[in-house]
């Protein structure tokens, strides 16, 4: 299969599913051109915990992509999150030579910014400028050129375990993938999901995914917080199967399908069916009886996602509310139950300014996965992670399934 070199790849590897974006960049635009997404094995809480089941996963869902998108994938921006992730913001001061800010500059006093003390088990995978300042003067976007003596930075520093960050690049190595850059969920998500005036007055991006609950901030264009709570979705489908006496993946669909943010929303005749546990019969519930065991767990999500905005004062600077994604965020009213938590607008974060097959991707449990592949189309690069023996092993695989599929027609 021919490649083509234009292409980019989002992998989002997440505790519940793996899915793989490709995009074809036209100029300033981005068209997706493939999808593949596999159920997720061997994660927990964001964190891989099974190499193997991982690579597995990972490898499905790019050999789905592939198929779709008529190319052979090489190299992706992966996706990292989970409770390791620490974020803080920093700033550097220099002087400035010759009294005009040049590239040189820039550059050399977002060094001094990040110049801070990280432990051995920890390394930084994001320093993204805030905002600079020059003789006092705040709120510069873009210095280079401009008089003056002294500049500052403030940048937003995001570090991970280097162990997590190291597992992932494994698995995506072991699948034969080079990886580009590792990039933050909730970061990736902003691109896909977040309008420019959202974050340019003042907006808060909650996903909810699987095994953790992603925030982050953002106010004047850039982000200005972040964090990662170990409560997501998985949490909310174990209350289900506890409550209903049904086997976890059973709860997990019947969540999908069936689930409410709120009780009070159902009606009290509203039915449906639920396998029993250990081959016992199935049994008729309510579909109001489903939400009350949902409910109080969303409703700690939340608060404490409010608790967090709240602790470091940005509650009264997101005037555009909170915008809603990933996968449990598909939930049914729970935009209606945020709004009461927040007492801000809410909506749910679907991808947006991007073409092609944009049906396919037309709900918040993409957004991650769009938003690396836009992410990627800015921030492009050479690969960071290489794997040196995984092109061999695609080459002969290809080779069998090209021979296989000749076969068979």
């Given amino acids: 299969m021919a490649r083509h070199e234009e292409l980019i790849v989002g992998l989002d590897i997440g505790t519940t599913k793996i899915c793989a974006i490709v995009a074809e960049a036209r100029g300033d635009s981005l068209d997706i051109v493939g999808l593949g997404t596999h159920p997720s094995k061997g994660l927990r809480k964001g964190v891989v915990i099974d190499i193997g089941a991982t690579v597995d996963s990972i490898r499905k869902a790019i050999d789905e992509a592939e198929l779709m998108a008529g190319c052979e994938i090489n190299s992706v921006y992966a996706g990292i999150a989970g409770g390791h992730i620490e974020a803080r913001n920093e700033m550097g001061m220099i002087a400035i030579k010759d009294r005009e800010v040049k590239l040189a500059d820039v550059k050399r006093v977002i060094e001094q910014a990040q110049a801070i003390a990280i432990p051995a088990d920890r390394e930084v995978i994001h320093v993204i400028p805030q905002e600079y300042e020059i003789d006092g003067q705040d ?26 960050a190291q597992n992932i690049v494994k698995c995506c190595n072991k699948a034969g993938l080079n990886v580009i850059d590792i990039v933050l969920q909730p970061l990736a998500s902003s691109e896909a999901a977040l309008a420019p005036d959202e974050t340019q007055l003042g907006v808060a991006l909650v996903d909810i995914g699987g095994g953790t609950t992603d925030l982050a901030i953002f106010e004047a264009g850039s982000i200005k917080h972040s964090a990662v709570l170990s409560l997501g979705g998985y949490h909310l489908t174990n209350d289900a199967a506890v409550g209903l006496r049904t086997p976890f993946d059973q709860a997990e669909r019947v969540k999908r399908r069936f689930g409410c943010a709120a009780a009070r929303f159902l009606p009290q005749d509203d039915l449906l069916i639920v396998p029993g546990v250990g081959g016992r019969s199935p049994r008729e519930v309510g579909r109001k009886e489903l939400a009350e065991f949902l409910e109080p767990r969303i409703e700690e999500i939340l608060t404490l996602v409010r608790a967090e905005i709240t602790r470091h004062g940005f509650m009264g600077s997101i005037p555009c509310g909170i915008v809603l994604t990933g996968g449990s965020s598909a939930l049914d009213k729970l935009p ?56 061999h092993f695609r080459k002969v695989r290809s080779r069998m399934r090209e021979w296989l599929y000749g076969e068979i027609q």
């Fill in 139 to 164: 709120g510069i976007s873009h210095p280079v050129g401009m008089s003056g003596v002294r500049l500052i930075a403030k940048v937003h520093i995001v570090t991970a375990a280097v162990t997590s």
């Fill in 336 to 391: 209606e139950l945020a709004e009461e938590v927040f007492e801000l607008p809410v909506r749910r974060g679907i991808p947006r300014r991007v073409s092609g097959l944009v049906d396919r991707v037309q709900g918040p449990e993409f957004a991650t996965g769009v938003g690396l592949a836009i992410w990627g189309s800015k921030h492009r690069s050479k690969p960071r992670f290489r794997v040196y023996d995984g092109s």
